[in-house]
């Protein structure tokens, strides 16, 4: 069972659509990060929001981190082809080991032009 | 920024032959590297925490003999996949950080595949 559960586990949209990948936990995390993977590379980190109810946005994307921490979205406008790839939000939480990370299940997005 | 470089980015090898990955820091000093697996279309697994001079943390259900972690310096932690099966063939993932509170910086990966 995952911790951090994300949703659609897949989606193929049309070049120019909106679209909204939800990543949520019944665990409170200190912050959450958002990354986007491309085949055969390693993650690339797009985001870190911290703060309950924090909104950051980065050109056509748009990140929330819900008030209570727990939960989180990503919501891309006017998709392009560039924008495919594996999603990935990670939940990061201290313990006596330091700052460590929770991946969700991932988002693999398609799209088409 | 922050570079963590693994090497090599692919490798073949045959049943029952051992295979040693490294991951680098390059521009910073990372007391703990993380190893992951990535099986196609899924998620990232972690397999262990790597600390440097000390014995690595695996994660419940990873053969510690099976893939062993050697992290001797601050800047190189390796994975070596004893006795390699085809089962084994997946793409590794390395990330380090500087200190406790230090966010992740992630390798290129390591496409593995055991014919």
């Known amino acids: 069972t995952q911790l951090l559960e994300q949703s659609p586990q897949f989606l193929s949209i049309q070049e120019g659509e909106n679209l909204t990948v939800y990543c949520n936990s019944s665990?409170?995390?200190?912050?959450l990060q958002w990354y986007r993977q491309e085949p055969g590379e390693g993650p690339v980190l797009l985001v870190t929001?911290?703060?309950?109810?924090e909104v950051k946005k980065l050109k056509r994307l748009t990140f929330q981190f819900g008030d209570a921490r727990k939960d989180s979205s990503l919501h891309i406008t006017a998709a392009q082809p560039g924008d495919t790839g594996l999603y990935l939000c990670?939940?990061?939480?201290?313990?006596?080991?330091?700052?460590?990370?929770?991946f969700g299940g991932g988002t693999r997005l398609m799209v088409k032009p | 920024g922050a570079v963590v470089s693994q090497h090599p980015s692919w490798v073949i090898c045959k049943s029952g032959t051992s295979v040693k990955i490294e991951c680098r820091s390059l521009?910073?000093?990372?007391?703990?590297m993380f190893w992951y697996r990535q099986f196609p279309k899924q998620s990232l697994m972690l397999m262990a925490t790597?600390?440097?001079?000390?014995?690595?943390?695996?994660e419940q259900g990873v053969e510690k003999d099976k893939f062993l972690i050697n992290h001797a310096s601050l800047t190189l932690s390796t994975l070596t996949v004893t006795s390699a099966h085809p089962e084994d063939s997946s793409f590794y993932i390395c990330?380090?950080?500087?200190?406790?509170?230090?966010?992740?910086?992630f390798g290129n990966g390591t496409r593995l595949t055991v014919t």
């Open positions: 790597s600390n440097e001079g000390s014995k690595a943390t695996y």
């Open positions: 521009d910073f000093q990372a007391t703990t």
């Open positions: 929001v911290v703060t309950g109810g």
């Open positions: 990330s380090a950080r500087q200190n406790l509170h230090s966010p992740l910086h």
């Open positions: 990670a939940g990061s939480r201290y313990n006596n080991a330091g700052n460590m990370l929770t």
């Open positions: 665990s409170v995390f200190s912050s």
